[in-house]
């Protein structure tokens, strides 16, 4: 199965001290569009007894090939959920193709498992490219946080 | 999107404050914009990846449980007046 954490929980595996660290609760998950790859991710999560939701439902049964073909066209977000954690099952990352991703990926261990996370400057730069509220407090949180980690003065263009 | 909320304690105080936040939320625009990135900002980015801290393989089982205890943390937090 193939996917790359993306967000601030990839963002999080950078932090070089726990003073970098962001408190989250979701991981997201950014998965190529393809759906046996979709399939597998679903069945891994049902194992580890996480629901499935897709938008306010559960998303339904059978999990099988017809199912993930229509969640893959419509790139639609699933939400697998258990005690304590969130992961979103995402097919889009603003501006980026899951290839790209992909390829400037870092793999770290946690556990002992291998977590492939995308490039910081990939999650970056999505984060920037979405500019929701709740980016641009991140990125500038981050980037002062970085400042004193680094103790360099950063200039802001927006 | 939206999944099961976790419920919330009988708190007057939280109950009010959430109602609050829904109604900035129905009366206040929340800005959306591409935001563009300093030079020195992407800079530190690189810098960061390239650290031997973050290199391929390495152990990142601390920040994992960083948060599990931030959020153990925070989950015990109790208002105080």
Known sequence: MRFVLI????????????GLVFTTQDRDLFLPPDPGNELQAWRVCR???????????????PLDRFLAEGVVSRRALVRATGHDLVIDLTLVMAAFAFED???????FTVQGVKVPVASLSDIVASKAAVGR???????ATHEDALRQLLGRRFGRED | MSSRKRPLPPDPG????????????????LETRPVVLGDEYLRAVKQTEASSRNEDGADKTWVERAQREF?????????VR
Do not use: M
């Open chain 1, 133 to 139: 509220p709740k980016d641009q407090l991140f990125l």
């Open chain 2, 14 to 29: 939280a109950e009010r404050a959430l109602r609050i936040l829904d109604e900035i939320r129905r009366t206040v625009r």
């Open chain 1, 101 to 107: 991703v992909w390829s400037r990926r870092r793999t």
């Open chain 2, 71 to 79: 959020r153990e943390h925070y989950a015990r937090a109790r208002r």
């Open chain 1, 47 to 61: 194992r580890q007894g996480l629901e499935l939701w897709c938008g306010a439902e559960p998303l339904g049964e």
């Open chain 1, 7 to 18: 967000g601030i929980g990839g963002a999080n595996y950078f932090a070089e001290t726990a």
